[in-house]
């Protein structure tokens, strides 16, 4: 079955730790997107891809990195900078860009907490 | 600025009664309104995506209807039942030069019960 697999489900994090958050689909879609959700909060955009070897940041993407070296996977980096990280994390993708009537797939998050 | 407001915050209801969410925007230039029902601890699920010429669209139980001159938009519950329980998200998408035109409402939090 095409969908979109976030690994872990829960991630612990140690203060000055970095951790990685895993992002694969198997739809064949070219854009991917990160996305971190607060309690009572709507989604914000960390990092989105449109392409391979190209990302580009979002509306808080500072203390995250990504890369995108291959079109199945996007991976997200939590760094020590991100000072405030307990959230959840959400990984999307869509055919191409999020223009127009794209619908936009979500995988089932990543819950990050500080130990 | 451009924001998606929705209403209540919160709703409980009994099972087997209708409901109906509500979801006012400033977005624009407006290009499509989307609902997304998210389950505890789940992704978002699409429900409905509705353009500017769309007043209603219906996927099973779930009804959205859109008043683009009034920017407002409402996703009416049909006879609901215990797992319609969940978080239901309006978006919206701008018609922007950019690649990031999604506007996220914080959602309504709903609660079916017995």
């Known amino acids: 079955d095409g969908g979109i697999t976030q690994s872990p489900k829960y991630l612990f994090r140690k203060e000055g730790q970095n951790v990685t958050l895993s992002c694969e689909q198997n739809l064949n879609h070219d854009a991917m997107y990160w996305y971190r959700q607060d309690p009572g909060q709507g989604l914000r955009l960390i990092y989105y891809s449109q392409i391979v070897n190209d990302f580009q940041k979002g509306d808080i993407a500072e203390g995250y990195s990504v890369s995108r070296e291959k079109k199945e996977s996007f991976p997200l980096t939590v760094t020590s900078a991100q000072k405030n990280p307990t959230a959840f994390y959400l990984c999307?993708?869509?055919?191409?860009?999020?223009?127009?009537?794209?619908?936009?797939?979500f995988g089932s998050g990543t819950q990050l907490s500080v130990l | 600025k451009n924001q998606v407001e929705q209403s209540p915050q919160s709703l409980i209801i009994l099972e087997g009664k209708n409901c109906t969410l509500q979801?006012?925007?400033?977005?624009?230039?407006?290009?499509?309104l989307r609902w997304y029902k998210q389950d505890t601890g789940r992704g978002p699920v699409s429900l409905t995506i509705?353009?500017?010429?769309?007043n209603t669209k219906s996927n099973g139980r779930y009804t959205a209807t859109l008043d683009a001159d009034t920017k407002q938009s409402s996703l009416h519950i049909t006879a609901s039942q215990l797992s319609d329980s969940a978080s239901y998200i309006c978006v919206v998408s701008a018609q922007w030069l950019g690649n990031t035109p999604l506007v996220f409402g914080k959602g309504t939090r709903l609660s079916v019960i017995a």
């Open positions: 999307a993708s869509s055919l191409r860009g999020q223009a127009g009537n794209e619908k936009l797939l």
């Open positions: 509705m353009t500017f010429s769309e």
């Open positions: 979801c006012n925007y400033t977005v624009s230039p407006f290009s499509n």
